[in-house]
């Protein structure tokens, strides 16, 4: 099978008769003319001194649609060098070999990578694959350069046989943390050799094909590059399911009018704008192979506005909501579709507004509205950044080789690695807490097979959440993740000591699933011993928080072998069990019998009461607002009149909420002796989540005291709660 048989997005960008009309206004970054016309003249004679070489003309001509005054001495010194170097190699395919890094440093200049990028694309493989070594390539062409060259240069596997692979991406996940250029250098040559892939064997496509998909496509995903991210998964949706790919492929060849109702659409759509005096470039933008695959699965039969989506593009942020309230105002709008991903950005630099509306004939068009600036981060995503590193001019007078002036490669500082602001996150948008979360972990994960199934686990959640701490940070987690996850990526190893969570100030087991927005405060036990359970790995979702639990256990071995603890009756203590507490109940057919403190409640002095008329003639004392006294009010029992006697003396039942640890129970009993107070009844149940209830009844000298025991017992450590008893009861007979 040929190289151009394989790749899916080249029929998509055919313009010949029998191709899909759809393709031919796609207005996004092309990255689709490579092919041959791109590299014609890559083995020319040898260049004229001070003149660009016909082979890389076009990385020039994209190049220079992106940075007008870039200057490209440097470029052709790079290229001299590349192909002198790489000379009589070739590639599976029979091309030069030069071909590769020419097409990989097009790409980068198509999605507007700056001069630095460019020239290190070009030299990527020279380290790698020829006499060049990388400190020839720190001489010519400075530190910059060679950084990103040695970040994607592969290791060997005659040094480290079947690890050579994840050693490689961890080594490139370690520089990229330092600089973001190495993976959009890395994300550019797999997209070249996913092109060119058919001359593979295919057992090595799809084994390639797995990586790209596992690895490589989420990474693309989270640096914000959908141009680069959209492409691969065609290119692997056709070598790993060809069968529903060619399904695909036919769907959208028999649809080839469907752009025909979205430009119906966003021609209303321009005369809405137009009118109200916004201007706007409307545009219809067809979705690639796989993202027709997935609606097609979700909506089943397709209608010809799902073949696209409409992309209206404004000057500032403010047109954005101007032209969705338009929208929304002339058309009817379909509220569940709506997402402003401008006043809350994805965790990968987009930012956009989403919404759908239906035409009067019934169309339904999804819309997105952005800014050209906000299009061009959507599409190149941390490459549209130029050089983040580089020194904020002092004049304003930059070089036009960044996108904000600034020059790409001279002045470049670049952060130091683990340097993060109070908030845990780094300051640069391209080392977002993921990154540093994964730079983190791998750090805690020598082994190579260990690193490599926690970078598959890691890079498969998708989706980001931002919890708030209780000191006003804010922490980045994975959709999904709980409060264990939490806590190791607030305290780190410090979170073994983690007794239980409060999840917007109510109190929450360690398994709480987090949303977007939550508040969550961790309590950590002050006993230093203290170590998370095998349990937690049920809950833990990021590597992080997994490889800090297995790492205590496997160190710990006998609290990973301690057999859970076995369901056990309640332990009690009983003392004096006499009431001192008196009441007097007032009858209509004379005196009372027993008067006693109802258990659900119970009430003690100067609790507001009132009594009810029980089996056998006595009364039951209730705390007004009971709700079995409300259940027997529904039930047509008729309260009796009841009052305090004149003695203080009064029995209370509290219970007690803590965290377990050893010694709790002699501090709570200690503190309630020092309050003066006896201890009738005690009962702890079995700890659940290490978590303890203990159930005090108690005998007070005075109910006076009654909120100072309370205050004794909640400042026990490890107790976070103490309550009246609340106990549910059935209405009394």
């Known amino acids: ?35 041959r016309a791109a590299l014609l003249g890559a083995t020319a004679g040898p260049a004229v001194r001070d003149r660009l070489p016909d082979a890389i003309g076009h990385v020039a001509e994209a190049h220079r649609a992106h940075h007008h005054d870039a200057d490209l001495a440097v470029l052709r010194r790079a290229y001299v060098l590349a192909e002198s170097s790489h000379r009589g190699q070739f590639r599976k395919s029979g091309e030069p070999y030069i071909t590769h890094p020419l097409a990989v440093t097009l790409i980068l200049a198509e999605l507007g990578a700056e001069t630095t990028t460019l020239t290190a694309a070009l030299l990527h493989d020279t380290v790698e694959d020829t006499e060049v070594t990388l400190d020839q390539v720190r001489r010519e062409f400075g530190d910059e350069v060679a950084y990103l060259v040695d970040g994607v240069t592969k290791l060997e596997k005659v040094d480290y046989g079947a690890a050579a692979e994840p050693e490689t991406f961890r080594k490139m996940l370690v520089a990229t943390g330092n600089d973001v250029r190495v993976m959009s250098i890395k994300l550019a040559d797999r997209l070249h050799n996913m092109r060119t892939l058919g001359v593979m064997r295919p057992e090595k496509q799809a084994r390639i094909a797995k990586v790209t998909r596992d690895v490589l496509i989420p990474l693309a995903e989270r640096l914000g590059v959908q141009a680069l991210k959209t492409e691969l998964e065609d290119l692997v949706f056709a070598i790993l399911h060809p069968e529903e790919y060619e399904a695909t492929r036919a769907l959208i060849a028999d649809n080839s009018g469907a752009g025909d109702a979205l430009a119906a659409i966003a021609d209303q759509v321009s005369v809405v704008l137009r009118e109200a005096d916004i201007g706007a470039e409307v545009l219809v933008r067809p979705r690639h192979f796989v993202s027709v695959h997935r609606v097609r699965l979700k909506r089943g039969e397709l209608r010809g506005s799902d073949f696209g989506r409409l992309l209206v593009l404004v000057a500032e942020d403010a047109d954005c909501y101007a032209v969705l309230g338009e929208l929304h105002t002339c058309f009817t709008p379909v509220v569940s579709e709506f997402k402003d991903f401008i006043a809350a950005p994805k965790f990968n630099l987009y930012q956009s507004l989403h919404t759908a509306v239906a035409a009067p004939d019934g169309a339904v068009a999804e819309v997105l509205i952005r800014t050209h600036r906000m299009h061009k981060v959507a599409e190149a995503g941390v490459v549209a950044l130029g050089n983040p590193y580089a020194a904020a001019p002092t004049d304003g007078a930059g070089s036009a080789d960044s996108p904000d002036g600034t020059d790409g490669a001279a002045d470049a500082e670049r952060p130091e690695d683990g340097e993060r602001p109070e908030d845990g996150e780094r300051v640069d948008p391209t080392r977002p807490g993921w990154l540093s979360r994964l730079l983190d972990w791998q750090q805690a994960t020598p082994d190579p097979d260990t690193f490599w199934t926690s970078l598959h686990a890691d890079l498969a959640q998708d989706q980001e959440i931002t919890v708030f701490r209780i000191d006003g940070g804010t922490l980045g987690l994975p959709a999904g993740a709980t409060c264990v996850d939490a806590a190791y990526a607030q305290h780190g190893e410090a979170a073994h000591a983690c007794l239980g969570a409060r999840v917007n100030g109510r109190l929450a087991p360690l398994s709480t699933v987090l949303h977007d927005g939550d508040t969550v405060q961790l309590l950590l036990a002050q006993d230093a011993a203290s170590g998370p359970s095998p349990q937690w790995l049920d809950h833990a979702r990021t590597p992080a928080a997994r490889i800090a639990i297995t790492g205590w256990l496997q160190a710990h071995p006998e609290a990973a072998k301690a057999p859970a603890a076995a369901p056990r009756p309640p332990a009690s203590v009983t003392a004096d069990r006499r009431s001192g507490t008196k009441l007097r109940a007032e009858l209509p057919d004379g005196p009372a019998g027993v008067v006693r403190p109802a258990g659900c409640c119970t009430p003690v002095p100067p609790d507001e009461i009132t009594g009810f008329v029980v089996r056998g003639g006595s009364v039951t004392v209730h705390r007004t607002g009971c709700a079995s006294a409300d259940t027997m009010r529904r039930l047509g029992r008729d309260p009796v009149t009841v009052h305090w006697g004149d003695t203080a003396e009064c029995r209370v039942t509290l219970v007690a909420e803590s965290f377990g640890r050893p010694r709790l129970l002699a501090d709570l009993t200690e ?49 976070y709660d103490v309550s009246r008893a609340k106990h549910p009861a059935s209405p009394e007979r």
């Open 1 to 35: 099978m040929s190289a151009e048989a394989t790749n899916p997005v080249s029929e998509a960008g055919a313009t010949g008769p029998d191709a899909p009309a759809r393709r031919r206004a796609r207005p996004r970054i092309d990255l689709r003319r490579l092919g």
């Open 671 to 719: 503190a309630i002796a020092t309050e003066g107070v006896a201890v009738v009844a005690a009962t702890v149940e079995p700890p659940s989540e290490q978590r303890v209830r203990h159930t005090y009844t108690l005998q007070l000298p005075d109910a006076a005291g009654l909120p100072a025991l309370m205050k004794a017992m909640r400042d026990v450590p490890g107790v």
